[in-house]
């Protein structure tokens, strides 16, 4: 039995609900006042009556204090509340009620009670916001099957009718908030290639810039500022709104305030108002082309622009965008894509179908067909990481786990060492980031996750701890202790105070639990790496670093052949290290100051005549804690004593040095760099992954103090 869902695309400014009918195609529902779209706007009356929608914005234009409205902004911020009549509201409870009005619409043009939903959000909302939004639809007395991003949903409900392949950029402008998300459609799926936004900025900026520039005239004709009256500042609110959507049909209109017995009357130009807010729309375009960034693309590399979120009726975004590319699509109603494309996702995800898009319109009543294998793929907006120390412990810094843009559901697996006593509960504290900031200052903190239930060891006990980001970007942690095998208890704390990841760890704790390990990846990208090989050591790189402890190991990268280049400085970073690890086979794409030597000649080919231990010395030389230097080789170095010579000083430096041959490697030459003979490790091509894997154990369960040579 077809189960009937709704998707619901809740807007700061408006709202819309659609469903699937009864022949598989997607409809919008329209509210009790007949309109397709319902105000994001609440009021509240002293008898305890909450009205929402039309009715409410009718009356927050006569200037009543007691009506909400741009709450999503504050969405997720526990200390935002608006009071009415003595009762506090916070922004979930606002969105419950927009929630419960489109639920109660929907089923009466349908008829049937509705229980399931998907809803959507910004692309750039964090997890702490897409979990107030799913909690949101639970007060409203809906089941959220899941929570997607609108600029996914609007391409969902292009694609549907799209049968090209092709490349969009999605700029989505709403009332309050911007995304702009890269996607590839192609015969089997929909998929989000990167994504970015701000959701603090909308078309509301466009209304208070306006009203911003009306005032200013008035000051200067009366010496008087009407927003100082808070009924006067909403009547210009409103003014601006409409002032601006005139602006967007005629190319001049007047705005008039009248204020304390005075009235301005002030003509404004379109030209005029596009200047005002020419710094908001290049705010959107900054992001557009970091979003292209992110993929080594640029405006020429992509097929069109599809427009949606009604704030992009204003001429001025078709203008700017078309000093970028004439590829401008309208194939959607940019008022209900969203909720369109919702609609389809809690369709699939509610009756299980194995066809995700409709793709073949046909002649039958229905519209379309379900011929399609679509499948979609979406990614998260913003990187998930953890608070660590620094390598000198002089800063808390943000370590990223799963970078921004990648793959939803994803999950890591990360190690953690402790010590633990017999007497004792054994217990580890993590605190869980979201952000792209360098300190955790930058970031939001999403929660204290305590992991209790350790077995004590002796010596130390390593745990593996798994962040996930579900199918609706939120955040999940577990974890297991590697001895045991044993899944430990997780619970969420609230983070509390956070002020003191401003200190330095070394005034909070002296003595660090553990010593920091410092790992230098030196892989050898002579000729014979070309093809396979390279490739198969960037996969062994990228596992070594996903098993290793980042709180307590920092990893460098560097790559040899006629010369050493320094693909990445030791970092605690695992985003970093992952971007430098790709260029591996992209010795170009490197700055030429972190070339060691002479620039090198991609065109001459590429020898073995360089060595790595100089510059490793160089690279250790004011680190402190364990150092350990891993070397790839599959080639006979042309130097070979040269090299066993710098390995040695390496030694008696106490950086530990590992070998690890394939292919034509020299085992002799192996085992002389090596800093013992455990350290000299001849494998196969194929066993390169297991082989970095297990130095990443041997390395994060703290047995990097390995026998020294005499």
Known sequence: MTVITIGID??????????????????????EDGNSITPSVVAFERAGNVIVGDEAKNIQSLGDANVASFFKREMGNPDFYLTFYGKQYSPTD???????????????????????????????????QREEVKKA????????????????????AFGIKSEKEQTLLVYDLGGGTFDVTLM????????????????????????????????????????????????????????????????????????????????????????????????????TLTLCESVLAAKQMDWKNIDGVLLVGGSTRMPQVESELKKHTDNLLHGINVDEAV??????????????????????????????????????????????????ENADRS??????????????????????????????DNEIEVYVTQGEGLLPSGCVILGKYVISGITHEKGKAVCDIAYHYDKSGTVEVSAKQRSTDKNLTVRKDNPGDMSWTDLCPKDRDPEPELEHVTVLL????????????????????????NEIDLTHCSVGLMMVADRVLMLCYPTQNSKEIGRAIDTLNRPSDIPSENIYGAPLNLDAGVGNAAQPFTEARQCFDNIDGI???????????????????????????????????????DKKFLHDIASCEENAIFTNMNQLGESFSKIAQVITEGKTELQRRN
Request: glycine content about 6%; hydrophobic content about 40%; some cysteine.
């Open 10 to 31: 809740l807007g700061t400014t408006f709202s819309c609900v659609a469903t699937i009918d009864e022949h598989g195609k997607p409809i919008v529902l329209k509210n």
């Open 94 to 128: 606002l969105s419950a009620y927009i929630l419960a009005k489109l639920k109660a619409d929907a089923e009466k043009v349908l008829g049937k009670a509705i229980t399931k939903a998907v809803i959507t959000c910004p692309a750039y909302f964090n997890a702490m």
């Open 137 to 156: 639809g639970k007060l409203a007395g809906l089941d959220v099957l899941r929570v997607i991003n609108e600029p996914t949903a609007a391409a969902v």
């Open 184 to 283: 590839k459609i192609t015969a089997d799926e929909i998929a989000v290639l990167a994504t970015d936004g701000n959701h603090q900025l909308g078309g509301k900026d466009w209304d208070d810039t306006l009203r911003e520039y009306a005032v200013d005239k008035f000051q200067e004709e009366f010496a008087e500022n009407p927003l100082e009256d808070s009924a006067t500042a909403n009547d210009l609110l409103v003014a601006a709104e409409n002032t601006k959507k005139t602006l967007s049909q005629k190319t001049t209109t007047n705005f008039v305030i009248a204020y304390n017995g005075n009235k301005g009357r002030y003509e404004i130009t379109r030209e005029q108002f596009e200047d005002a807010t020419k710094h908001l729309i290049n705010q």
């Open 339 to 388: 909720a369109i494309g919702a609609a389809i996702q809690a369709d699939l995800d509610a009756n299980e179908k194995h066809y995700t898009l409709e793709t073949k319109q046909s002649s039958s009543k229905s519209g379309y067909t379900l011929e399609g294998r679509r499948t979609i793929r979406d990614v998260t907006g913003q990187s998930l990481g953890m608070i660590a």
């Open 395 to 424: 800063k808390y810094i943000n370590t990223i786990i799963i970078p921004r843009n990648t793959n939803i559901p994803s999950c890591e697996v990360r190690p953690f060492q402790l010590r633990t006593s017999s007497r004792q």
């Open 522 to 545: 030196t892989v050898d990208t002579s000729g014979s790496m070309c093809g396979d090989p390279i490739n198969e050591a960037i996969k062994a790189a990228h596992r070594f670093v």
């Open 627 to 665: 150092k350990f230097m891993l070397v790839l080789a599959d080639g006979v170095w042309d130097n070979q004593p040269y090299a066993v010579q710098e390995a040695k000083k390496c030694h008696a430096d106490g950086i530990e040095v590992a070998a690890l041959g394939f292919g034509g490697a």
